[in-house]
Structures are given as structure tokens and as C-alpha cells.
């Protein structure tokens, strides 16, 4: 009788812990509701209630815009040649038809789940304006009913908006060009910022594209920013001066026109590599914005100089960390502990990756290198439509979780590694001697194929 009561009693304890932890994972991944929805205070990211949400996620690289070193295709100028040549042997919609076709298998709802069980809270999503528009004078691509084809997208922030993701929508790619790296669509053809009447063209088409995108979400929550160009005139950001001042300019005229139609969202404004490269806030009278940056540097006293950088710019405005990498010496523990100490917000580059050692590279959280490139110059439809199947999904047999993405939940929480704060980098000082010599390996592996990849951009003239 006493096993019995005994029993029953371990049962009941069961149920009840189930139960307790079903209402805690409940609430930890409770998707994103109108109360969640995000502006600035001063240097704070807050909700609704006025409560502080640090953004910590990763990219969703390669989804939008395809870069050749860790996508399933091969052209170091970028895409825009590979969707020229498909248009030209298939015609405009049976190429958006297979562009489509891979968009939803190299990222599916399973991706979605691993981010937020990994507990991170955000994704930074980058798009190309050819996934929505057939050409550079802003020809959209229509459903059925003619309305704007704009499926993609939802499915997108209904899915950040279930597994409580918010969504930065970052525009990577913009008709003209704004910069001269292959992640714009093509290399070396910058024309945004000229003073031509194409490139006033091309900046109405732009403005046009943000001012319909807002249009549609200008109510959604899940929606955390709009990122209105990535990495704008590239290294020539503090240098170009003939461009920067239409840059400049351009940047207030696309803030006014998505204000005159969503006077929530929050703004990102891309400095990339120093405050300065933009103009504060006061300048142009610009609220409600984050500035953004990105970290590539090759030692931890250049890192720390940067966030002391962002700390003097005295912009009154939050920052965010939208894509980084521990170069040379420096560290993935200095770079989590710095950004989480500074109250940073944070998006690694990037999700996943398909290409040599793929699997071992801290540049990804999830990598394969047994991904077949598509010859997009000879594969047959049917054969570039199954190099873009079912084998790029994230949960079949050919990509593995890297070593990196169970490091980086050390982090994901706000952690702070002191120890990393006064270390010279190169190995990390947080997790478990495992974990830090597989991602020390794994990084000696990344620079070996980084290596390659520049020798083979420099060979073909499109390393900048």
C-alpha cells in the first residue's frame, strides 16, 4: 500500500513538473503580441511597458542574397549575374519560380525553432529587392490577385512572431548598388549615390520599395526595425566624399518617407565602422532609431576602441551589433562579454553555411560541406531545381550544428565573461576546455578557407 501511495505520488509530482515546465517554456517562447512591440528611450531598446529587450540572434544569411562562399552557387562578382543568366535561359518567372524554391528550403520553420531554443530573441533577415521586383526600376513580382507578392516575407514574420523572434528586416541589396561588394548583388558597380538622373531613379525606386514594405507592416509587432541599407558605401563610408553627402541626404529622405506611413517602427541607421560615418540624431531630427555597426576587427584593443567610440558618440540612441567576427586575435568571449557588458544589442554573421569545412567554421551555427554549387550556366531546370531542394534544409542529413552554436549560448543571456575582458584574444576564455579548443580548431579552419576565398577573388578582380 505504501509503494502504491508512493507511486501515485511520484505520478502526481511528475504531472506537476510537467506542467510547470510546459507554463515556463510557455512563457519563455510565447510568440510576440502587440504589448512586445518595440521603440527607443535613449540609449534603451524597449516594449511596450517601458521594459529593456536587448537583441541577441543571428542572420539569416544567404536567404535574400546569396554570397558565394557560403551559398550553393559560384560567382565572387555576386548573384545578380546568376539571376541574368537564369532570366535569359528560363525567362523572369520560372527563375523567381526556383529562387523561391530555394529561399524555402535553405531556411524553413525548423530554423526558426533552433534559434529560439538556442534562447536567442532576434533575427536580422537580409533581403535583396529581387526577391520582390523582377528588375531595378521597380517591377513587383504579383500574386494571382495582382496584388504584391509578399508571401515570402509573411511566412517570415509570422514565423519570428510564433517562436517569439523579433525581426530585423535589413535591405542588403538595393537597385544601383550601395557599395561595391559582391553582398549588394554585383561588385564593383556602386551608383546609388551618384549625382546622375539613373541614380535619382534609382533612389526614387528604393524609397518606393521601403514606403510599400512599411505600408504592409507598419502594424505587426514581431517587426523589431527597418534596416534601410546594408553597409552603405562599404570601406568608402568616412572616405567617398563626393557620395557621402547624398548619402547622407538620401538616408533623412527614406527616415521621412517611411514616417509619413509608420510612425512606430524603429529606424536603423548603419554607421558600420564608426558612429561619425552618419550623422546624429540632431541633425537631421531624426527619433526612434538604433545606429548600427559592424565588427570585423583583428584585435581586442581595436574592438574595445570601437565600443568606446559608440560610448562617445553621445548619440542618446541604442546601438546594435549587426554582424561581427573575432578576426586575427581577437575573441568570441571578448566580443559576447563587451557587447553584453555595454547593454549592445547583437546578431552573429551568420546562421548557417554550405561550402569547405562549413561544418568546423565559427562562421556559422549550422554548416555543411557537402552542398553540390549549381552551374547556373549549364544545370538543367530540373537539376538546379534539386541543388536547391530538400538537401539545403537545416534538419535533413547534410548540415550539422558547429561547435560555435553551442558556445554561443554562454552568451545569449547577457552573460559577461570578465576574465575575456582582460585577455589578448585568440583563445577563448569561457566554457568548457572542449568547447574552447573545438572553436579555437575550428577557427584555424575558417581562416584557411577565408584565405582561399580572398585568393580567389583575387584572382577573378573582385576583392575590393
Sequence with gaps: MKQSWKRIASFCLAMLLCVSCFGICGAANSGIADKDFLHTEGERIVNAAGETVVLRGTNFGGWGIMEDWFCPYTSPAGEDIMIETLQSRFGVEET??????????WITEQDFQNVAAMG??????????RNFQSDDNGTWYRDNNGAIDWHELDTVVALCKQYGLYLIIDLHGLPGYQNDYDH?????????FANTPQAARYREVVKDFWVTLAARYKDEPAV????LMNEPLGTNITIDKSYQKVFFDFSDELYRAIRAVDARHIISMEAI?????????????????????HLYDVTNPTILRKANEIRKANYNAPFLIGEFYPRGLTSFSYLFSIFNQRGLSWTTWTYKGAGKNAEQSPWFLYGSSSIEKVDFENDSYETLWNKFGD??????????KTAFADYVQNFVHGEVDKASLYSFGAVETRGSLNERLALFSDKLHAIYTTILDWLRKLKTGDLL
Aim: negative net charge; hydrophobic residues 35%.
Design 224 to 227: 523589431a526595425m527597418y534596416d
Design 96 to 105: 523567381h519560380r526556383l529562387m523561391q524554391h530555394y529561399r524555402s528550403n
Design 391 to 400: 538537401v539545403l534544409r537545416t534538419d535533413g542529413d547534410a548540415f550539422q
Design 273 to 293: 565602422w564608426s558612429p561619425d560615418a552618419i550623422p546624429g540624431p540632431d541633425v537631421y531630427g531624426w527619433e526612434n532609431i538604433v545606429y548600427q555597426e
Design 184 to 192: 549588394c548583388g554585383k561588385s564593383k558597380s556602386m551608383s546609388l
Design 120 to 129: 536567442m530573441n532576434a533575427v536580422r533577415l537580409p533581403i535583396w529587392y
